[in-house]
């Protein structure tokens, strides 16, 4: 494929994105359709796509106008293209602009708001800003740029170095995060990690920097009993295991589909997990530390995720703020007296954070915090939110 032919395959994506479509779904599909593209092709309408949706309102609002092809122009204009080299109909490539289009990249805008100029829904603005304070324009700047592709080292199955060393003998060149022990950033081929020896045996695991250095704040000696309480598919059940090599972990998660494949991520990695199927009750036995990494908006990781930036809303807010403050009340419970309850969200948000963290100490005066950290984006890795509670 061409370039232009590149813009042309994005463009039918993100108009199916605008019509309310989720993006891996259109991707996926797309690719099975034209199985003529090669891996190379595959991966760069995947990034001219998610570029897009990191940058929606901006590239909109330099085009003109809306749909697909403003998003496309947005993206060509702002890795140097003329619009005449993508939008040109040669081969696979899409159509030339129309009149109306011509008109409206050549006219007069209204001045672009604070939204528009961060990439942000307008309703998002005030909380981001008054949870953020001075970060908030940088935070956002950063939103707009792709994640970088951190990898965690599994202690249990050699250092740091030798994980280096093994990724740089397949052309996998990584660097240390120094705010955690251990973490890699890499720096070249990303896309080769999933099929490298070192991640096939176990000795790496993909995972945000920030995300590892949670893990390294929770309290882990002794031996835990640890639940990890909403698992999903098990990145910071696998963490403590390799911190904490002596720990009893139990993993639960609502969604069974989405625990599942952490059965076999543990046998890979070495490490002996417990998997419930079913809620855990006291019957199971208290735990020393109850780890809850709760659904949320992922605001910390819409740079990995942007399509989530346009489809949260208000009233979507609220029904996560209710999901969070349920599994707070049902998960306190299962603490042993002198343990550690740990709330944990992606979020920048303060309404998924601070203030779910006061109305549970109110709803429940024998609680109390120990730790609170706010992990920023501007620190290196991903948004995070931590606190640790303990008993009165």
């Not at 990890?228 to 390799?242: E, N, Q, S």
């Not at 949260?312 to 603490?335: H, Y």
């Amino acid at each position: 494929m061409t370039p232009a032919a590149r813009y042309g395959a994005a463009i039918g994506v993100l108009d199916g994105f605008l019509t309310g479509e989720p993006a891996e779904k259109l991707l996926s599909n797309w690719s099975r359709r034209n199985r003529y593209a090669g891996s190379k092709d595959r991966a760069a309408v995947r990034d001219i796509v998610f570029d897009c949706l990191r940058n929606l309102r901006s590239f909109q609002h330099v085009a003109g106008f809306t749909g697909g092809r403003a998003l496309a122009l947005g993206h060509a204009l702002a890795h140097g293209l003329q619009h005449e080299e993508v939008f040109s109909e040669i081969g696979y490539a899409p159509k030339p602009l129309n009149e109306d289009e011509l008109t409206a990249f050549a006219g007069t805008r209204d001045p672009a708001n604070e939204g528009v100029n961060l990439d942000l829904p307008d309703w998002l603005v005030a909380p981001l800003q008054e949870t953020l304070g001075p970060d908030f324009t940088e935070t956002c700047q950063i939103m707009r740029s792709r994640a970088p592709v951190d990898l965690r080292v599994n202690l249990r199955k050699g250092s740091r170095e030798d994980a280096k060393a093994a990724l740089a003998a397949e052309d996998i060149l990584t660097e240390p995060v120094d705010f955690v022990d251990t973490a890699l950033r890499v720096l070249e081929n990303p896309r080769r990690v999933a099929n490298s020896k070192p991640y096939l045996d176990g000795r790496v695991e993909l995972q945000d920097a920030a995300s590892q250095a949670v893990v390294a704040m929770l309290p882990l000696q002794d031996g835990p009993r640890v639940l990890d309480y909403c698992a999903g598919g098990g990145g910071k059940t696998l963490a403590i295991a390799a911190l904490a090599p002596s720990a009893r972990i139990t993993a639960y998660d609502q969604s069974q589909a989405r625990l599942e494949p952490l059965r076999d991520r543990a046998k890979r990695a070495g490490v002996p997990v417990r998997l419930l199927k079913l809620h855990p009750q006291e019957k199971d036995g208290t735990f020393d530390l109850v780890l809850l990494d709760v659904p949320c908006s992922g605001s910390g990781s819409w740079r990995r995720n942007p399509e989530a930036k346009w489809r949260l809303n208000e009233q979507g807010l609220a029904g996560l703020n209710e999901t969070q403050s349920t599994i707070l009340q049902a998960a306190a419970d299962l603490v042993a007296p002198t343990g550690t309850l740990v709330y944990v969200t992606c979020s920048l948000l303060r309404a998924e954070n601070e203030d779910r963290i006061a109305e549970f100490c109110k709803d429940r005066p024998e609680w109390e915090i120990s730790h609170t950290h706010r992990f920023r984006l501007i620190d290196g890795g991903d948004g995070f939110f931590l606190t640790l509670l303990t008993r009165k």
